[in-house]
T-cell receptor, first 119, second 111 residues
């Protein structure tokens, strides 16, 4: 399967614990985006990363949330001290390098998400 | 702030009927993408429209991008139960390319 891989598919945590969500982009893709989705709603942007760089984190809460995309390995979205309101589906998308000077012209391909439930 | 408004939010129709979903904005987008999402899965890209006035067809689905690149529509002819799902329009932000999504249209096609 050459698609975007996310794991785990389901994650249950108690309040105060840490949640780590992983995303391996499609082969050849160097851009990774994380989105959050509440039931029956559209997706909300959280963070955009390229290898070893955070490009845009304007959608990510300033506290408890962090993201990385190391030179080797998957992208990680980390939520510390989880609260009930963090319960949601978290999706990762990847895209290839954009043509020079054209922003957002490459389609994003999504993984099947991680469903995070906080007890 | 770039926003996308989708209508209707919910649609329940009988098999064989036609329907149109709208995606509107007051902002210009360089392109718009339509996704379909089924429960428990991620959004799957259906089409990207780039040129103002562009029309693209995917079997029984017809996608149109407005002349001013501020709106788009999805028309389904002779809907089938297999068309049931959440339809999302999305456009790239003008600065970083992050996608801005509409709130989605939940379509139910009854046999």
């Amino acid at each position: 399967n050459a698609g975007v891989m996310q794991n785990p598919r389901h994650l249950v945590r108690r309040r105060g614990q840490e949640a780590r969500l992983r995303c391996s982009p499609m082969k050849g893709h160097s851009h990774v985006y994380w989105y959050r989705q509440l039931p029956e709603e559209g997706l909300k942007f959280m963070v955009y990363l390229q290898k070893e760089n955070i490009i845009d984190e304007s959608g990510m809460p300033k506290e408890r949330f962090s993201a990385e995309f190391p030179k080797e390995g998957p992208s990680i979205l980390r939520i510390q001290q989880v609260v009930r309101g963090d319960s949601a589906a978290y999706f990762c998308a990847s895209s290839p390098i954009s043509r020079a000077g054209v922003i957002g012209n490459q389609p994003q391909h999504f993984g099947d998400g991680t469903r995070l439930s906080i007890l | 702030t770039q926003l996308l408004e989708q209508s209707p939010q919910f649609l329940s129709i009988q098999e064989g009927e036609n329907l149109t979903v709208y995606c509107n904005s007051s902002s210009v987008f360089s392109s718009l993408q339509w996704y379909r999402q089924e429960p428990g899965e991620g959004p799957v890209l259906l089409v990207t429209v780039v040129t103002g006035g562009e029309v693209k067809k995917l079997k029984r689905l017809t996608f149109q991008f407005g002349d001013a690149r501020k709106d788009s529509s999805l028309h389904i002819t002779a809907a089938q139960p297999g068309d049931t799902g959440l339809y999302l329009c999305a456009g790239p932000s003008s600065n970083t390319g992050k996608l801005i999504f509409g709130q989605g249209t939940t379509l139910q096609v009854k046999p």
